[in-house]
C-alpha cells in the first residue's frame, strides 16, 4: 500500500482520451467507468498496461447501450469485457472487428490489479472527499 497520497487523479480504464472521444458512444464509455486514484498508482498503472483499443463505432455503441450502471470500475471493466466479447460474436462483426475486441477486452483485463487496489483505496481513503479537499486548499492558496 503507498505510504502518502500527493495528488488524487481520476483514472478511466479507456484512457486514450482523444481516440475515445473521436466517437459519441467513447465520451459516454469514459464517463461510466472512472475511479479516484492517487497519482502514483495512476503512473504505475500507465507505464504497465496497454492502451486500450478502440473497438468500431457499432460496436462499442452495442456496449455502451448495454453497459447500465456498473457498482464500481471493476464491475464496469467486467461488464465492458462480457459486452466486448458479445458484440463481436454478432454475426456481421468481421474477423479484424473480432480481433480488436478481443485486444480491448485483454487491454482493459489488465488493468484489473491496479484497478481493485484504486477500489480498495477509495474505501479505505474516501479519496472523493480528499479530492475535494485539496482543491478547496488549493483554492484558498491561489
Given at each position: 500500500m503507498r505510504e502518502r497520497v500527493d495528488r488524487i487523479d481520476c483514472h478511466e480504464p479507456h484512457f486514450e482520451r482523444a481516440r475515445f472521444?473521436?466517437?459519441?458512444?467513447?465520451?459516454?464509455?469514459?464517463?461510466?467507468?472512472?475511479?479516484?486514484?492517487?497519482?502514483?498508482?495512476?503512473?504505475?498503472?500507465?507505464?504497465?498496461?496497454?492502451?486500450?483499443?478502440?473497438?468500431?463505432?457499432?460496436?462499442?455503441?452495442?456496449i455502451v447501450k448495454r453497459m447500465g450502471h456498473p457498482r464500481d470500475v471493476v464491475d464496469g471493466v467486467e461488464i465492458y469485457s462480457r459486452l466486448a466479447e458479445k458484440a463481436a460474436q454478432r454475426p456481421y462483426v468481421t474477423d479484424i472487428q473480432q480481433t480488436i475486441l478481443g485486444l480491448s477486452v485483454e487491454a482493459v483485463r489488465q488493468q484489473l490489479p491496479y484497478l481493485k487496489e484504486m477500489v480498495h483505496m477509495n474505501e479505505v481513503m474516501n479519496l472523493d472527499e480528499v479530492a475535494q479537499r485539496a482543491r478547496i486548499t488549493r483554492n484558498r492558496v491561489a
Open positions: 472521444e473521436a466517437d459519441v458512444s467513447g465520451v459516454a464509455l469514459r464517463r461510466i467507468v472512472r475511479v479516484r486514484t492517487p497519482r502514483s498508482l495512476h503512473d504505475e498503472l500507465h507505464a504497465n498496461c496497454e492502451p486500450v483499443p478502440v473497438p468500431d463505432h457499432n460496436s462499442l455503441e452495442y
